[in-house]
T-cell receptor, first 114, second 109 residues
Framework: ETGVTQTPRHLVMGMTNKKSLKCEQH?????MYWYKQSAKKPLELMFV???????ENNSVPSRFSPECPNSSHLFLHLHTLQPEDSALYLC?????????????FGPGTRLTVT | GENVEQHPSTLSVQEGDSAVIKCTYS??????FPWYKQELGKGPQLIID?????GEKKDQRIAVTLNKTAKHFSLHITETQPEDSAVYFC????????FGDGTTLTVKP
């Protein structure tokens, strides 16, 4: 148990659906991250939030929309996805951004787009 | 930006043998080098890390070495056990981590 939880663990959605992934950390961290993990790119950084402010958007398509209402919660809103978006989506947290800290990862959400 | 290359992509060893995974990085400003282990169905978890002011660090059967001049660092696992089978990621960090592409380690009993 890393202190980072993700729900749901598995999600199947059609290309016209709208769904959200949820991440919660119980570690008192101030930075949270979304990663996409696929066979093509094993750990691809998508978004970074530091003290609830987005500090990085790694050229992610607008069909992925992150939300960070507070330092403990992070969401990834999904709409009109493509089959190539099928992947494992990992959330992580760390003490803060701006210095090199260990990242704590959740177990991921396995997303399948049909 | 930072670029991290990791080799080999797959590694198979017999139980009890040693395993070595190597990474190179491009940005000489990187100062933190963590290694993560990802088991099936789980997210990556830190197993050992090293900072740029240290050349080597050991924790029981695992060790990491860092050569800042050559910009490479390595993970060494001795006396491997089947439970060491997993995917291992290296990373190089300044303010954020850039990960290697991972090494799938299989330890055969």
């Amino acid at each position: 148990e890393t202190g980072v939880t993700q729900t749901p663990r598995h999600l199947v959605m059609g290309m016209t659906n709208k769904k959200s992934l949820k991440c919660e950390q119980h570690l008192g961290h101030n930075a949270m991250y979304w990663y996409k993990q696929s066979a093509k790119k094993p750990l691809e950084l998508m978004f970074v939030y530091n003290f609830k402010e987005q500090t990085e958007n790694n050229s992610v398509p607008s069909r992925f929309s992150p939300e960070c209402p507070n330092s403990s919660h992070l969401f990834l809103h999904l709409h009109t996805l493509q089959p190539e978006d099928s992947a494992l989506y990992l959330c992580a947290s760390s003490q803060a951004e701006g210095m090199a800290y260990e990242q704590y990862f959740g177990p991921g959400t396995r997303l399948t787009v049909t | 930006g930072e670029n991290v290359e990791q080799h080999p992509s797959t590694l198979s060893v017999q139980e009890g043998d040693s395993a070595v995974i190597k990474c190179t990085y491009s940005d000489s400003a990187s100062n933190y080098f963590p290694w993560y282990k990802q088991e099936l169905g789980k997210g990556p978890q830190l197993i050992i890390d090293i900072r740029s002011n240290v050349g080597e660090k050991k924790d029981q059967r695992i060790a990491v070495t860092l050569n800042k001049t050559a910009k490479h660092f390595s993970l060494h696992i001795t006396e491997t056990q089947p439970e060491d089978s997993a995917v291992y990621f290296c990373a190089a960090s300044i303010s954020k981590s850039t990960f290697g592409d991972g090494t799938t380690l299989t330890v055969k009993p």
